[in-house]
């Protein structure tokens, strides 16, 4: 097929990263914003030696899964874009996608469990990074970037969010001139305003804001604003500032401090508190979190009575506070001082006496454990998108004894490691993705492992 040829197809599936896939005359084709088993007129946009990709001139017949946008930015937002396909059908496709990942990338044939669906599909982002930016004429906007650019598109009413974080956001932008806040400007790098990051409790709508900006010392027009912001709504908790004056894609700089309340917001879930600062991570999603928490929890207690569990990339200690209560001792591994901080006074919180923390890296605390020849019998590891690495992966072998429990929120990585342990003598016996993320293609996966030697 040539560029621009315009053919008929019927879609056969989503793939990993989102697109559709349709075939004709033997030749992949990679398709846009189509939904499984609709019928299509299409035109070839790129011709590649492996594939084609083309665009949707016209849909012939629509899917039965296809169903009407909430949002009205869906078409130039780049955000959530699996927002017409109907919901049963994501969690089918994104099951679907975590088995032929696993397939292609580890080699290996498996059956994952359905995929759970988030307890909510709407307003469930409960942390939101806003880039900022402005017009010619002088006018703040803020938003999501278009599809495959750093265009923001300007956004008024997120469905995603909980609206008091649209409201406050609109309120930013309509008034920060007022306090001569300029807009930032990434192709020049100036204007002073980056990002504003909010992270809120989902259980008392607490709400933490981070005000990233364009400078490496304080700006008395963001203090004074931030004091503003933090007099008129009642649910915001603290303002803080992040400095990053770089020319650069990375959202936080290395320093934020307090400018007024608190630099932390409480979560809870399930009568479990964790104390969450401004440079920590929590999940997006936290009522999803607790799904994957209260997995990890049943698939420990099925095996194990109060087994010893290692916990590696482990944040505020989520999975360690969590298990406390199942586990005999529990050892957890955080690179981030601010979350080892959190960790240390969450365990004080829900009054824990078997965690141990350790702060370093993941690599070098497993090379230490080597050498005192420790042994877990449960090893718990919740990397970031990039995975981990073989000799992470050695270490964390000779440091496991029966089960490694592998929860990742990127199934092409997690499908490299789970090749690498397989090929070590580890048995993959569970697959269970957790739709972290409704109306997108992201899907949470837990993966349990069995030691075949043992």
């Known amino acids: 097929m040539q560029l621009n040829d315009e053919v008929e197809v019927i879609v056969e599936?989503?793939?990993?990263?989102?697109?559709?896939?349709?075939?004709?005359?033997?030749?992949?084709?990679?398709?846009?914003?189509?939904?499984?088993?609709?019928?299509?007129?299409?035109?070839?946009?790129?011709?590649?030696?492996?594939?084609?990709?083309?665009?949707?001139?016209?849909?012939i017949k629509p899917s039965q899964y296809r169903v009407k946008p909430f949002c009205s930015m869906y078409k130039v937002c780049g955000s959530c874009n699996w927002q017409y396909i109907e919901y049963n059908e994501q969690?089918?496709?994104?099951?679907?996608?975590?088995?032929?990942?696993i397939k292609n990338i580890a080699g290996i044939e498996i059956d994952p469990k359905n995929t759970i669906p988030s307890p909510k599909v709407r307003e469930y982002r409960y942390k939101v990074q806003y880039p900022v930016s402005e017009r010619k004429?002088?006018?703040?906007?803020?938003?999501?970037?278009?599809?495959?650019?750093?265009?923001?598109?300007?956004?008024?009413y997120c469905p995603i969010h909980n609206p008091l974080i649209n409201e406050i956001m609109e309120y930013i932008k309509?008034?920060?001139?007022?306090?001569?806040?300029?807009?930032?400007?990434?192709?020049?790098?100036?204007?002073?305003?980056?990002?504003?990051?909010f992270k809120q409790s989902s259980y008392n709508n607490e709400i933490l804001i981070i005000l990233v900006i364009n400078s490496e010392k304080q700006n008395i027009n963001i203090i004074n604003f931030s004091k503003v912001l933090y007099d008129k709504y009642k649910e915001i908790i603290g303002v803080c500032v992040n400095y990053n004056n770089k020319k650069t894609n990375v959202i936080l700089g290395s320093k934020t401090e307090k400018?007024?309340?608190?630099d932390y917001y409480t979560e809870e879930l399930s009568g479990i508190k964790y104390k969450i600062s401004a440079n920590s991570f929590f999940q997006t999603n936290p009522q999803c979190g607790k799904v994957i928490f209260d997995t990890v929890k049943c698939l420990i207690s099925a095996k194990f009575t109060k087994p010893t569990i290692l916990d590696a990339y482990s944040g505020v200690s989520s999975f360690g506070i969590w298990l406390n209560d199942v586990a005999e001792k529990i050892t957890c591994i955080e690179e981030v001082k601010s979350s080892v901080k959190d960790a240390q006074e969450n365990i004080i919180l829900n009054n824990c006496k078997n965690i141990e923390i350790i702060n370093g890296d993941a690599e070098k605390e497993f090379s230490k454990l080597v050498e005192k020849s420790e042994k877990f019998d449960i090893s718990i590891?919740?990397?970031?998108?990039?995975?981990?690495?073989?000799?992470?992966?050695?270490?964390?072998i000779k440091?496991?004894?029966?089960?490694?429990?592998?929860?990742?929120?990127?199934?092409?990585?997690?499908a490299r490691d789970m090749k690498y342990l397989i090929n070590k003598g580890w048995n993959v016996t569970y697959v269970q993705p957790v739709d972290m993320f409704p109306n997108t293609y992201h899907v949470e996966t837990i993966v349990l492992f069995e030691n075949n030697c043992k």
């Open 137 to 156: 004429s002088g006018r703040i906007i803020s938003g999501y970037y278009k599809n495959n650019s750093h265009e923001i598109v300007n956004i008024k």
């Open 399 to 414: 440091l496991t004894d029966s089960v490694i429990i592998y929860v990742s929120c990127n199934i092409s990585t997690l």
């Open 259 to 262: 400018i007024i309340g608190q």
């Open 91 to 101: 969690l089918n496709q994104k099951r679907n996608i975590v088995k032929e990942t």
């Open 381 to 396: 590891i919740d990397p970031p998108r990039k995975g981990t690495n073989e000799k992470t992966l050695d270490n964390l």
């Open 13 to 59: 599936k989503l793939v990993n990263e989102g697109k559709a896939l349709a075939r004709y005359n033997n030749e992949t084709i990679f398709i846009n914003d189509a939904c499984p088993l609709d019928q299509l007129k299409i035109r070839i946009s790129k011709v590649t030696k492996h594939y084609l990709e083309a665009e949707i001139i016209n849909i």
């Open 174 to 197: 309509e008034n920060a001139c007022n306090y001569k806040i300029s807009g930032y400007n990434e192709k020049n790098n100036t204007g002073m305003l980056r990002h504003v990051i």
